[in-house]
């Protein structure tokens, strides 16, 4: 279930391997996206396999995980934003296959409940992807979100909207609200891969390799799930 690689490069490089193993197993595969900076390596090397190697991805779908409230397409801090810039602008999926949250809907409860339809209509993940948050947030499933949660609107901590803060020019920018993939569709996703990079993910990693599974870590629910990998840098593995 863990695996920990020397470097960044060798994370990525298994990583977006196992993505690319998944597309030519199964060409319509539903994958599960996430972003943050962990998943820049990630996307950069699938998309040199692919280049090498090409495959058809015509008929992948796409759901990504989360999208700050208040963020439109445009704003180059939104989920939708980074997913462009990293991913779609070179990854040709067509576009009514590529799902993100919206965080500009008008009425945001309907949106998670079409977003969570949408996830339950196409049976779920084949390969979820995620990141973790210095506080064990997943996807932006803060402590103490249920375990039974479908996607949802959710209020970010302090720590997190001072983690993400580095990518706004303003802390104050930062949104209070976002809407978030829930736990169970995480769960309900047939293979899970966690990514975490770097010496700032090293405390909460230990604190997840120890841990019971409890909603106070949400990244903790992988110990139950059949078929999840824990991926880390020697940085983060550090304190296990
Ligand atoms: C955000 C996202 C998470 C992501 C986390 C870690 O809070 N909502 O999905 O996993 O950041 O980001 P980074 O990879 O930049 O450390």
Redesign the pocket.
């Known amino acids: 279930m863990y695996k920990i690689f020397n470097t960044v490069d060798e994370v990525s490089r298994y990583t977006a391997q196992r993505l690319f193993d998944q597309i030519c197993a199964k060409p319509e595969a539903i994958l599960g996206l996430?972003?943050?900076?962990?998943?820049e390596p990630v996307y950069a090397q699938l998309m040199q396999y692919l280049e090498q190697d090409p495959v058809d991805v015509s008929r992948l779908t796409t759901f990504n995980?989360?999208e700050y409230i208040g963020l439109g397409p445009e704003h180059s801090q939104s989920y939708c934003y980074y997913m462009y810039q990293h991913l779609f602008n070179q990854l040709h999926i067509p576009g009514e296959r590529v799902h993100l949250p919206d965080g500009t809907a008008e009425n945001a409860e309907i949106a998670c409940q079409a977003y969570s339809e949408a996830i339950q209509a196409m049976g779920g993940m084949d390969l979820q992807l995620?990141?973790?948050?210095t506080n064990g947030?997943i996807?932006?499933n803060e402590p103490q979100t249920p375990f039974d949660s479908r996607t949802h609107v959710i209020e970010l901590t302090e720590q997190?909207r001072i983690?993400?803060g580095r990518f706004f020019t303003d802390q104050r920018e930062v949104p209070t609200h976002a809407i978030t993939m829930g736990i169970q569709e995480i769960l309900e996703a047939k293979e899970v891969i966690l990514v975490a990079t770097g010496s700032k993910k090293a405390e909460i990693m230990a604190e997840l390799y120890r841990c019971e599974v409890s909603e106070a870590l949400p990244a903790s629910v992988l110990k139950i799930h059949s078929n999840a990998t824990i991926v880390m840098d020697k940085e983060a593995a550090a304190l296990l």
């Not at 995620?130 to 948050?133: F, K, Q, R, S, Y």
């Open positions: 996430a972003t943050g900076s962990t998943m995980l989360d995620l990141g973790i948050g947030h996807g932006f997190t983690d993400n």
